[in-house]
């Protein structure tokens, strides 16, 4: 007999709280409502700072590009179709017979920069430079003239902006698939 008591007690004090419930609550956007505008909001931001993100990464890919085109201009492009798959940037002073020199910078295709060092047995060693150190010449070697430091730095210029330049790209492929998925969770597409 007390549980049906407590329970009919219980079913009372549901309805009640209900009713209190919908009368104050009326017209008033439920919770769920709410947090979905909260979510189209957030897309929406999202979606505005990707198209923003893009225009960047498209004026620095145009900036980059014609920087590039500059630096080039200095440089000669070598690379033996028969044997390299990569080609090589050099300095005017090095290109045509690099053999009579034991130490010269260059500059993959790729964005590399490598100091090549030739020993009296006529053998390669290629060092990369990390690009994104602070003061890449930290991982020159020592006793270097200041002319080739000057050769090295102008070879750093040209890597460091064809790294920037592939780094741009890729910032605008991914703001661009960015762009697309906010634009299909939004229905714009």
Not at 26 to 33: A, F, I, T
Not at 150 to 160: E, T, V
Not at 175 to 186: A, D, I, S
Request: with cysteine; proline share 2%; hydrophobic share 40%.
């Amino acid at each position: 007999m007390k549980r049906i008591l407590y329970s009919a007690v219980g079913i009372a004090a549901v309805a009640v709280f209900s009713a209190i419930c919908f009368s104050s609550c009326n017209g008033k956007p439920s919770m769920v409502e709410q947090r979905k505008a909260e979510i189209r909001e957030h897309d929406s931001l999202e979606l505005a700072q990707a198209r923003a993100d893009l225009a960047v990464a498209d004026s620095v890919i145009a900036f980059k590009a014609f920087e590039l085109e500059d630096l080039k201009e200095g440089f000669v492009f070598e690379k033996e179709e028969k044997y390299q798959t990569v080609g090589y940037y050099v300095l005017p002073s090095y290109a045509g017979n690099k053999s009579r020199f034991t130490f010269f910078p260059e500059v993959e295709e790729t964005g590399k920069l490598l100091l090549v060092s030739i020993d009296k047995q006529r053998r390669y060693a290629f060092t990369e430079v990390v690009l994104d150190d602070e003061d890449y010449t930290a991982q020159l070697p020592a006793n270097l003239s200041d002319a080739m430091l000057k050769d090295i730095a102008k070879c750093y210029s040209l890597a460091k902006t064809m790294q920037d330049l592939e780094k741009a790209k890729a910032d605008k492929e991914k703001m661009g698939l960015k762009v697309q998925f906010y634009k299909r969770k939004m229905g714009m597409e």
